[in-house]
């Protein structure tokens, strides 16, 4: 049996004491070449979850165990460490810095790993083709559209071959030809890494490029057929 | 939606500002209330003063149309005798007007000999109030005593104020005081005839003032008479002896109110960067108001209107605030800003309200403009890219400005070079100000092309910020602006100072080679040290050499101040050897005597090496050719070195009343101080000090004049340091989702604090090095232009290079505190969560 990737046991989350918890009893293993979709009604706490399996937040009770480390046993520096190695991150909003230039922003990940040239270059090349923007690396990502500054984030969130890659709802800002190239696109890229991801979206055509998809209730997870 | 519309969108916009930044509204206030406050009150403070000194002039010359003036030691009272009979003279008032030396007591007190019958005409205010008591002035002793007078010497009437004349005290008697409202300033009065005798001017007057028969051309038979008059001897209207008050302190007047106004200034450069960031930061909300209908004429007076509100309550509290500053240095420091020259006791506040008013408008201009160019830029942008999230053309429009900065610092170049206008340097004021704002608006470009040669180092921290401030090279401009405004002012005036300081310390050296030395109290008329005196002196025990001088007002010009004519060293070449000249030539050969002459006798006068200057001395005038120009910064009005020598034979004076002293090895000089007070008659009165003691003494003088300035820049640097801690803020806030993706892709917490820190190192490090820059271009015009045309005296160009390197370090320093403080609250408020924020 592989070692899994992620394990969520018996995860819940409060906002405030005097408030009911959001969710309680989240279980999940996520193994390597694993694609899982997450859905749920706005306000379930699906982005809540994406933080805590991330260790950007901490859970009120339960354990988020990353390749083998329980991130709750871990301080601020060594889970973002870890989260550095291991973790890529897509968001709706794209979130790339306009200051740098799309192969800089790629190449992020790289620069905190501390790789060095050519070695860095010649992977940043590598994802950018992979994703199809090779033309655009040395343009700014203010001069890009929608769907091309997703494959930047895409790119960037792929480029160190991270064993787990989280992305929340990702497909959000874009039309639908271009969510439906971002999606195969991500599946495809993180199938390529060997790696597993979790895909968080409202949309049941989003949900479906995933290998499975569970639905966060306040009672924890739920399954669902994938299509 | 109209005006109404406008007013409508301002209302929302100024609330919404007021509710969620209102401590930086209320900062920004305050910085415009403390400039406007600064301005105001030195303004106040110095036409209080200036209408005290116009009062109590008109006091003393009163109903007289013409006054007649000689030099302080006077001129035969014949010519009174000889007026008496000039047709259309209707009353005639002598007057023997004196600085008398004080026993016991280092001042002066002014004192008017005068004819009390015919003063009665001619000054009513004055005698008015004396009264009955005007008969027992005749008592050869009696003086009448101003309040004021009164209060400093703590004297009442029937008491005994003793005076010196020569080196002996004599004793007068207070017959009365004179109400507060009647003279405000100190003064003594006496019988002219009495004034006379007791002061050894027996025969002589040095005023006469004249009230001509009704119908009279004043202004012809002034100049007529100005002909007939003896040498040293001028005819004045009573104006020009109120005005002189006013010329003499005009240059640092004006230079106080620019450097108040700087700190006006540079408020108005906080409202350009607060609004500019503001509206940044608020670029999709106006965006999503002009989506919904709002045209660009309303947004801009909306954003316009934003700033003005700022600055109607900043001009409000800084015109209240001023009038209590001005109150409070009027009533506790006599009006004194500095400079000694405008203390003025029992100056009260005058109401200026046309000045208040008007420096309310300029508070409110300022603010004004400062926010007029985000206000256009922000109803130019494109209200679709703004909704997008761009930051529109803000960049470009940084870029642009260079070339109108190189016109600007091209003209503020040539401004530098032209003359002064009424005896102010309006041009190098103009000149300073055109360099500023060159210098500001060439700030992005000198950024892009500073950066541009920043080497990329595969640290990912300093890169990224490197890369950050290269992308957004108008937000840190926008920072800058107001740091660079200050900090370069603050350079160029800690450098003038500098400057002024080193070579006032040379010139100290210099003047001071002796031991130790004695004088008269400084601008007295009455006591004086005499031959024998002098020689008495020379031969104390502990005395090596002895030197003395002789010094005396003299006026050259009937509408400028008297000058000053000092008579040291016994030839001429020790004169010239005694001088810190400037320039000078040998006259060996000249039959003519010589005289060196101050710069500002240069300057204003327009006299240069080789002229013949006519001196008035002993009733005549006498020719000097002037061999050399010194530097004297004691003596704004000017100043004129001959030989002792050269003045006892046009005057037959032998008297003294200063001396430096050269003291055997081993002697005290306590012990020669008490020995030489022993042997002159008025010993307690002279001033005896070590040549150390006075050096010392005077550089501390030197320091508290400039206190206020130091004072005044220091608040523009705080005002302008506020201004970079609203941009770090600001930025660090509108980044708060650039900072969570960061943290999301593995960036540490302190690595992004880092990353801050290096934006605020780099930021401030060329704000500071282009700061230094500017300020070194400033301080030449300041030392070379402003301070010349000002006091007319040259001063030696110095850069005092370790407290500036302190102040960067500091002002570095403190950047990037602010921009880690910054950063630091930006992450606080949850950066991860903020990555979702669609707004």
């Known amino acids: ?227 | 939606m109209s005006r109404t519309g406008s007013y409508g969108i301002w209302r929302i916009l100024l609330l919404a500002q007021l509710r969620e930044q209102p401590g930086r509204f209320l900062v920004t206030v305050l910085a415009l209330a403390l400039g406007v406050a600064l301005g105001s009150s030195v303004y106040l403070v110095n036409t209080s003063a200036l209408n005290e000194f116009g009062l109590a002039t008109k006091r003393l010359v009163g109903e007289a149309d013409i006054v007649v003036r000689g030099p302080r030691d006077g001129f035969p009272e014949q010519l009174f005798v000889d007026l008496a009979h000039t047709p259309s003279v209707s009353a005639l008032s002598p007057v023997l007007e004196l600085e008398v030396a004080l026993s016991d007591r280092k001042e002066t007190l002014k004192v008017l000999g005068l004819d009390p019958f015919r003063a009665a005409v001619l000054q009513p205010a004055i005698m008015g109030d004396i009264g009955e008591a005007m008969f027992q002035l005749f008592d050869t002793d009696a003086i009448y005593l101003s309040s004021a007078a009164a209060q400093e010497l703590k004297l009442k009437r029937g008491e005994q104020l003793r005076v010196t004349v020569g080196s002996t005290s004599k004793a007068l008697r207070v017959i009365g005081i004179l109400s507060q409202n009647t003279y405000s300033q100190s003064l003594g009065l006496m019988d002219i005839a009495s004034a006379q005798w007791i002061f050894n001017a027996l025969g002589r007057v040095n005023r006469i003032d004249m009230r001509l028969s009704p119908g009279t051309d004043v202004n012809s038979f002034r100049r007529d008479l100005g002909t007939k008059l003896p040498p040293g001897v001028l005819a004045l209207a009573p104006q020009v002896e109120r005005d002189r008050a006013v010329t003499v302190t005009k240059a640092y007047r004006v230079n106080l109110n620019m450097l108040a106004l700087v700190a006006l200034f540079t408020g108005a450069f906080l409202v350009f960067s607060t609004q500019s960031l503001s509206v940044l930061r608020r670029r999709r909300s106006l965006a999503l108001l002009r989506a919904l209908g709002v045209t660009r004429s309303q947004l801009r007076n909306a954003l316009l209107g934003e700033g003005l509100a700022l600055g109607v309550l900043g001009s409000l509290l800084g015109v209240v605030l001023g009038m209590i500053i001005a109150a409070a240095v009027l009533k506790f420091l006599t009006a004194d800003l500095g400079n000694g020259q405008l203390r003025a006791a029992g100056a009260s506040l005058r109401s200026a309200p046309l000045q208040t008013v008007a420096f309310f408008a300029i508070g409110v201009a300022v603010a004004g403009i400062g926010a007029w160019v985000p206000a256009r830029n922000a109803a130019r942008q494109p209200p679709a890219r703004a909704l997008k999230g761009g930051d529109g053309d803000f960049k470009a429009a940084a870029r642009t400005g260079w070339r109108s900065g190189l016109a600007m610092l091209v003209l503020g170049s040539a401004l530098a070079w032209l003359p002064p206008v009424g005896g102010l340097p309006l041009f190098g004021y103009a000149a300073i100000a055109a360099l500023l704002l060159g210098a500001v608006l060439l700030v992005p470009t000198v950024t892009i092309q500073g950066l541009r040669l920043a080497p990329r180092t595969h640290r990912i921290v300093l890169d990224t910020a490197v890369s950050q401030l290269r992308e957004n090279v108008s937000l840190s401009a926008l920072s800058l602006a107001s740091i660079i405004v200050s900090f370069s002012l603050m350079v160029a005036m800690a450098i003038m100072i500098h400057s002024f300081r080193i070579s006032f310390d040379h010139w100290l050296g210099k003047l001071l080679p002796a031991d130790m030395l004695l004088r008269e109290p400084p601008g007295n008329d009455t006591a004086f040290l005499s031959k024998d005196d002098q020689a008495k002196l020379g031969t104390v025990t502990g005395i090596a050499r002895a030197e003395f001088r002789r010094t005396l007002q003299v006026l050259l010009d009937p509408t400028r101040a008297p000058i000053t004519l000092i008579a040291r060293g016994m030839s001429e070449a020790d004169t010239a050897a005694e001088l810190p000249l400037i320039r000078s030539v040998s006259a060996k050969e000249s039959p003519t005597p010589t005289a060196f002459i101050s710069e500002a006798l240069q300057d204003v006068y327009g006299y240069k090496i080789g002229d013949v200057l006519q001196i008035p001395l002993g009733g005549r005038n006498r020719a000097f050719l002037i061999a050399g120009v010194w530097r004297d910064y004691a003596r704004l009005s000017g100043s004129v070195v001959v030989s002792r020598h050269a003045y006892t034979a046009a005057t037959g004076d032998d008297s003294a009343n200063e001396g430096s002293l050269w003291l055997n090895t081993g002697t005290d000089s306590d012990t020669v101080a008490r020995m030489l007070r022993q042997t002159v008659g008025n010993g307690d009165a002279l001033e005896i000090t070590t040549s150390t003691a006075l050096h010392e003494r005077s550089l501390q003088i030197f320091d508290r004049a400039f206190a206020i300035t130091y004072a005044l820049e220091i608040i523009a640097v705080i005002i302008g340091l506020t201004g970079v801690s609203f941009a770090a803020s600001s930025t660090a806030l509108a980044r708060r989702a650039e900072f969570g993706m960061l943290r999301h892709i593995g960036m540490l917490r302190r690595q992004i604090i880092g990353m801050l820190a290096d934006e605020g190192v780099l930021t401030s490090t060329f704000g500071v090095v282009y700061g230094l820059g500017l300020g070194a271009a400033l301080s030449l015009v300041l030392v070379y232009v402003i301070n010349r045309q000002s006091f007319n005296w040259s001063i030696d160009f110095a850069v005092p290079v370790l407290p500036l390197v302190l102040l960067s370090v500091v002002l570095i320093g403190a950047a990037a505190v602010t921009a880690i403080w910054s950063g630091r609250a930006a992450l606080s408020q949850d950066a991860v969560r903020a990555v979702r924020e669609d707004w």
């Not at chain 1, 709750?72 to 794209?94: C, I, K, M, Y």
């Open chain 1, 1 to 227: 049996m592989i070692d899994p990737i992620l394990q969520l046991e018996g995860l819940s989350k409060r906002y405030s004491k005097d408030r009911p918890a959001i969710f309680e009893d989240v279980d999940l293993t996520l193994r390597s070449g694993e694609y899982l979709a997450i859905m749920g009604e706005s306000g379930v706490g699906k982005s809540t979850l994406l933080n805590l399996l991330a260790g950007l937040d901490t859970p009120d009770t339960g354990r988020v165990v990353l390749e083998g480390v329980d991130l709750t046993t871990l301080d601020d520096d060594a889970t973002t460490r870890l989260r550095r190695r291991t973790v890529g991150f897509v968001f709706q909003a794209f979130h790339v810095l306009p200051y740098l230039s799309v192969e800089q922003n790629v190449a992020l990940p790289l620069d905190l790993l501390g790789v060095a040239e050519p070695e860095r270059g010649r992977r940043t090349q590598e994802m950018l083709t992979a994703v199809g923007i090779e033309a655009l690396s040395q343009r700014h990502t203010r001069e890009l559209s929608g769907g091309e500054v997703q494959r930047v984030a895409i790119a960037r969130a792929l480029v160190h071959r991270p064993r787990l890659v989280l992305a929340d709802e990702p497909t959000g800002n874009l039309d639908a030809r271009s969510a439906a190239q971002t999606l195969t696109l991500l599946r495809a890229q993180i199938k390529a890494n060997a790696g597993a991801g979790i895909l968080i979206t409202h949309s049941r055509a989003a949900a479906d490029t995933a290998d499975r998809i569970v639905v966060l209730e306040a009672r924890g997870l739920k399954a669902l057929e994938a299509a």
